[in-house]
């Protein structure tokens, strides 16, 4: 995958131009089977059912069942260092926290990003707080004990949490039809999450930003979880049963040049992203380009890249990001 960034130097003077360089994006509505576009089931797959009729994904969220996923790749994995969104449609049907009697508090249901891999095997426990690496998702707790609460949530590698202030009172009442976006920023390291309930803003919602001692987090896959009521702090177990439709779907990573700063004829600099290589390329004519520097790892902050011999006529500049 290559993707280039156009960059103009005219009479001795380099201006810079935003091209038309495209963004990774993944979009989902559910009008044909999702296993023909990419979709996974983990666990226990009666919990996630397409309706081809009205074309939607049915999700039950029953946390006395296994973990459970239904997920869709992304390609290279997510970083605190790379910016990106995604946007679903959610209506519940019905919601009980506290479903179990012997676990009479708040439990979630959750929608957003993970590392497969590590969410899938035995020793992931979303329940305990400190055995569920590698999330980046939108929670929401039921009122059970608790007033019904909205929380954003980042959880590292290392199972650091940054949770989103938990804003409450917010209840997603059911048969209403919200619409959550979830954009995370690299350059404020935040998670802001935006609702609106029947086209309406719902909320606010408190931002996530990450604590300056968090480490990162590798998220490789976006979708719908249903987590496991195991691990949790006794006298405080909690529960959930769910019945709703998740449709609509949209994933979109920004391009990964983000920021161009001029710095000189033939000397570019921009914040890079890790995970892919850039080099730069000239033109004096418009019809052929020609590399003039050595390919260069994105460092998640600013990188420089340097034309060695520039010419002495204007030319056309442009950075080429292609993952390795």
């Known amino acids: 995958m290559k993707i280039h960034l156009p960059l103009l130097a005219v009479a001795g003077l380099l201006s810079v131009s935003l091209g038309a360089a495209r963004a990774t994006t993944i979009a989902e509505n559910f009008a044909s089977a999702p296993e023909l576009s990419g979709w996974s089931t983990f666990g226990n797959s009666n919990l996630f059912a397409w309706n081809a009729t009205r074309q939607n994904l049915e999700v039950t969220w029953d946390s006395a ?29 019905d919601i009980i926290g506290g479903a179990n009697s012997n676990k009479p508090y708040p439990f979630q249901i959750a929608i957003g990003f993970l590392n497969v891999a590590q969410a899938t095997s035995a020793g992931f426990i979303r329940g305990s707080g400190y055995e569920s690496p590698n999330l980046v998702e939108f929670d929401y707790f039921p009122e059970a004990i608790y007033s019904p609460t909205v929380s954003p949530v980042l959880i590292s590698r290392n199972n650091e949490f940054n949770a989103g202030g938990f804003t409450f009172p917010l209840e997603l009442v059911t048969n209403a039809l919200f619409h959550v976006t979830l954009r995370y920023t690299a350059e404020d390291q935040t998670l802001r999450t935006m609702i609106t309930s029947n086209g309406v803003p719902f909320g606010p919602v408190n931002d996530a930003t990450l604590s300056t001692s968090f480490s990162d987090f590798a998220v490789d896959h976006f ?26 779907f949209i994933f979109a990573a920004p391009p990964p040049v983000t920021k161009v700063l001029a710095t000189g004829v033939g000397q570019i600099q921009f914040r890079s992203t890790t995970n892919w290589l850039y080099h730069l390329e000239r033109t004096t004519d418009f019809q052929s380009w020609s590399p003039v520097s050595a390919p260069a790892a994105g460092v ?19 950075v080429q990001a292609q993952l390795p």
């Open 65 to 93: 069942q296994p973990n459970s996923y239904f997920t869709h790749a992304i390609g290279p994995d997510l970083t605190k260092a790379s910016d990106f969104m995604l946007g679903f449609d959610l209506r519940l049907q």
């Open 223 to 248: 979708g719908v979880s249903s987590y496991n009521d195991a691990g949790q702090f006794p006298g405080f177990e909690g529960s959930v049963l769910a019945h709703g439709v998740v449709d609509n």
């Open 300 to 318: 998640a902050g600013m990188l420089t890249l340097l034309d060695t011999n520039p010419p002495a006529m204007s030319a056309l500049y442009r």
